[in-house]
């Protein structure tokens, strides 16, 4: 057989084994999807669904038209909403071993950068559960592939497909410009700027535009709100606040200790090599996040890339039969000898290391335990999640304590709603602090009989009072001496709180009853977007 009649199936082999990785990351998701509850975010996430819209205060519609989909064909059960963000970590799996093929990377290099995205930490935690965070790897790692393809091969047409998964990016999450701009930065500091002059690729950007024109124009008519929520976030300093080397600390935490060696070579590799343009990208987009808002998950949609150029490099540096571990050097009056050490250990070893510390880890970011269990393991390891938000904590880090106490939330609120007469009943409307509370209403409220919620949190404030008029409330989460500076009688009717939930979900139930003011027209007061 010929080398050129054998690389289909050495090329098939790295597929399997890509694959085969794509899938462990699958099933790992569909298996503990089905713990815990509802994340806090998806139950907003399931409310956006419901009112479909070109553009909602805090992210772009792509995740509520998926949420839509989801509920039209699978329903709203916790293993049908996870389904979709489980299937895109398992496609980004595939998609970095596709960068390592497309980098000119070998079986091993593919594997090794498929593997390196399934143990990453951080893709664990926001692969779990319905949010934006993990579809948005996929547009740009898309990209990013793109790009390769068009200083690999000079084909300027595949400009027009960038445009249309750039557009898509924008419509998924607005956080697209910035490894958009990133992208042309890289390439106006290189020599590969020549690939900007191309009929090609404007009519790429003409697609991106087209595609992304109604989030733009819905962004226009309400005044741009995502902006204005991100400006309050910053004042309220709700975000945890670090320094550039707790930032960089934090991310070689969240993509693997271990496999920081391989993005950081790949790092190296590609500011040196003739995608340049890809690695000055990295570097930007990531000065910019951390300027702008550095919270952590930010940045992970740019890593794939790296793991793929460093798997890469190190397939290259193990390719020979022996390396030295140490150079031959002259001590006096000692001549060291080198000591060598066969690259075929280092791979097997490397990788078990890897995927030792990963299982290590998982238990942190998958409701793999009990939360028994987790605490529990928790005070064993010592090891934790990164804090992304300065809220007060409960005995369970925050991606796993917003996962509780929803439905007895919704509950309690019913106990109390359906102790008014029938006729009240139909004049009450439930007023949430913030999308969590209301989302639960509208999730759970139709198997308790209660109407739909309102709120002044986030998209809840445009959709309004819903033609509540405040004689008659049923409001979560305030405080009574509040209350009763608003409205003719307030009394306290239950409490929620659940053991897991966090510290701030664990609040009052009060009735209350002739608003002082017609709501609709203190509707404004009640804006909360942060």
Request: hydrophobic share 55%.
């Given at each position: 057989?010929t080398?050129?009649?054998a690389?289909?199936h050495?090329r098939?082999?790295?597929?399997?084994?890509v694959?085969a990785?794509?899938?462990?990351?699958?099933?790992l998701?569909?298996?503990?999807g089905?713990?815990?509850?509802?994340?806090?975010?998806?139950?907003?996430?399931?409310?956006?669904?419901?009112?479909?819209?070109?553009?909602y205060?805090?992210?772009?519609?792509?995740?509520?038209?998926?949420?839509r989909?989801?509920?039209?064909?699978?329903?709203?059960?916790?293993?049908?909403?996870?389904?979709?963000?489980?299937?895109?970590?398992?496609a980004?799996?595939?998609?970095?071993?596709?960068l390592?093929?497309?980098?000119?990377?070998?079986?091993?290099?593919q594997?090794?950068?498929?593997?390196?995205?399934?143990?990453?930490?951080g893709?664990l935690a926001?692969?779990?559960?319905?949010?934006?965070?993990?579809?948005?790897?996929l547009?740009?790692?898309?990209?990013?592939l793109?790009?390769?393809?068009?200083?690999?091969?000079?084909n300027?047409?595949?400009?027009?497909w960038?445009g249309?998964?750039?557009?898509?990016g924008?419509e998924?999450k607005?956080?697209?410009?910035?490894?958009?701009?990133?992208?042309?930065?890289?390439?106006?500091?290189t020599?590969?700027?020549?690939?900007?002059?191309?009929?090609?690729l404007?009519?790429?950007g003409?697609?991106?535009?087209?595609?992304f024109?109604?989030?733009?124009?819905?962004?226009?008519?309400?005044?741009?709100?995502?902006?204005?929520?991100?400006?309050?976030i910053?004042?309220?300093?709700?975000?945890?606040?670090l320094?550039l080397?707790?930032?960089?600390?934090?991310?070689?935490?969240?993509?693997?200790?271990?496999?920081?060696?391989?993005?950081?070579?790949g790092?190296?590799s590609?500011?040196?090599?003739?995608?340049?343009a890809?690695?000055?990208?990295?570097?930007?987009?990531?000065?910019?996040?951390?300027?702008?808002?550095?919270?952590?998950?930010?940045?992970?949609?740019?890593?794939?890339?790296?793991?793929?150029?460093g798997?890469?490099?190190?397939?290259?540096?193990l390719?020979g039969?022996?390396?030295?571990?140490?150079?031959p050097?002259?001590?006096?009056?000692?001549?060291?000898?080198?000591?060598?050490?066969?690259?075929?250990?280092?791979?097997?070893?490397?990788?078990?290391?890897?995927?030792?510390?990963?299982?290590?880890?998982?238990p942190?970011?998958?409701?793999?335990l009990?939360?028994?269990?987790?605490?529990?393991?928790?005070?064993?390891?010592?090891?934790?999640?990164?804090?992304?938000?300065t809220?007060?904590?409960?005995?369970?880090?925050?991606?796993?304590?917003?996962?509780f106490?929803?439905?007895?939330?919704?509950?309690?609120?019913?106990?109390?709603?359906?102790?008014?007469?029938a006729?009240v009943?139909?004049?009450?409307?439930?007023?949430?602090q913030?999308?969590g509370?209301?989302?639960?209403?509208?999730l759970?409220?139709?198997k308790?009989?209660?109407?739909?919620?309102?709120?002044?949190h986030?998209?809840?404030?445009?959709?309004?009072?819903?033609?509540a008029?405040?004689?008659?409330?049923?409001?979560?989460?305030d405080?009574?001496?509040?209350?009763?500076?608003?409205?003719a009688?307030?009394r306290?009717?239950?409490?929620?709180?659940?053991?897991?939930?966090m510290?701030?979900?664990?609040?009052?139930?009060?009735?209350?009853?002739?608003?002082?003011q017609?709501?609709?027209?203190?509707?404004?007061k009640?804006k909360?977007?942060?």
């Open positions: 057989m080398a050129t009649q690389k289909p050495w098939a082999g790295a597929g399997a084994l694959g990785l794509a899938a462990a990351k699958l099933l998701h569909l298996y503990a089905r713990s815990y509850g509802y994340f806090i975010d998806e139950l907003y996430n399931l409310a956006l669904a419901r009112h479909l819209a070109w553009g205060v805090d992210v772009a519609p792509m995740i509520a038209l998926i949420g989909v989801e509920l039209a064909l699978l329903g709203s059960s916790l293993s049908a909403i996870r389904l979709a963000p489980a299937l895109a970590g398992a980004l799996v595939l998609l970095a071993g596709r390592a093929r497309e980098l000119g990377g070998g079986r091993f290099a594997g090794l950068a498929a593997l390196c995205v399934l143990l990453a930490p893709f926001l692969d779990h559960f319905l949010n934006v965070n993990a579809f948005e790897p547009c740009w790692m898309g990209c990013a793109i790009l390769i393809r068009i200083l690999r091969t000079g300027e047409k595949l400009w027009l960038f249309m998964v750039a557009g898509i924008l998924t607005h956080s697209m410009l910035i490894f958009g701009f990133a992208l042309v930065a890289g390439l106006l500091l020599p590969e700027r020549k690939h900007l002059f191309s009929r090609w404007l009519l790429g003409a697609a991106a535009f087209a595609i024109l109604p989030n733009l124009l819905w962004n226009v008519q309400h005044h741009f709100p995502f902006l204005e929520l991100q400006a309050n910053r004042a309220d300093h709700r975000d945890v606040s320094s080397a707790g930032f960089f600390g934090q991310e070689v935490l969240s993509m693997l200790p271990l496999a920081a060696p391989i993005w950081l070579v790092l190296w590609l500011l040196r090599g003739r995608y340049r890809l690695g000055l990208a990295w570097a930007i987009a990531a000065g910019i996040i951390f300027c702008m808002s550095p919270r952590i998950y930010y940045l992970f949609p740019a890593f794939p890339v790296l793991f793929a150029a798997a890469v490099q190190f397939e290259q540096w390719a039969p022996r390396m030295p571990w140490i150079k050097v002259w001590i006096k009056p000692v001549w060291i000898k080198p000591v060598w050490i066969k690259p075929v250990w280092i791979k097997p070893v490397w990788c078990a290391l890897m995927i030792a510390m990963g299982a290590l880890l998982a942190t970011l998958l409701p793999l009990s939360p028994e269990g987790y605490i529990r393991y928790a005070a064993a390891t010592h090891l934790e999640q990164p804090r992304i938000e809220h007060k904590l409960g005995p369970l880090p925050q991606l796993f304590a917003d996962q106490g929803w439905e007895e939330m919704a509950a309690e609120v019913a106990r109390a709603y359906h102790a008014l007469p006729d009943q139909a004049r009450t409307a439930i007023f949430g913030n999308y509370q209301a989302g639960a209403i509208d759970f409220g139709p308790y009989g209660l109407p739909p919620a309102i709120s002044g986030q998209n809840y404030y445009l959709w309004g009072p819903r033609g008029t405040g004689e008659s409330l049923i409001v979560m989460g405080r009574q001496d509040v209350l009763e500076r608003k409205c009688a307030v306290k009717v239950g409490r929620a709180e659940h053991p897991y939930s510290p701030d979900q664990h609040i009052d139930i009060f009735y209350c009853q002739g608003f002082k017609p709501l609709a027209e203190v509707w404004p009640v909360n977007w942060h």
